[in-house]
């Protein structure tokens, strides 16, 4: 658990590996309620390389001090990243009078 939102990650180190390498990070919203997109790399101990890029949304909230993970979206594919950026440009250039 982090104190402070710049220090969240998704790193995690296994038998002295670094199992998941985070590339990079946006945060989106801070505050007691905070959502940060996360780039990352899993590491496949058979090839001994990393994999291609994934992308994760966390939401954390900061209790006693302190941020928990409350829930998170697992991007599964680039395929999937540009649907989802597509969608949201698409609905965000949108008029329809609102």
Request: proline share 1%; net charge negative.
């Amino acid at each position: 658990m982090a104190e402070h939102v710049e220090d969240l990650t998704v790193n995690y180190e296994e038998d002295g590996v670094l199992v998941v390498q985070e590339i990079d990070k946006e945060i989106l919203s801070k505050g007691s309620w905070t959502t940060i997109l996360f780039r990352y790399r899993d590491f496949d101990k058979n090839t001994q390389q990393y994999s291609p890029d994934k992308f994760t949304i966390r939401r954390y909230q900061k209790r006693n001090g302190q941020y928990q993970t409350k829930s998170k979206f697992n991007i599964s594919s680039a395929a999937q990243a540009e649907k989802i950026v597509e969608t949201l440009s698409r609905w965000l250039n949108t008029n329809d009078g609102q």
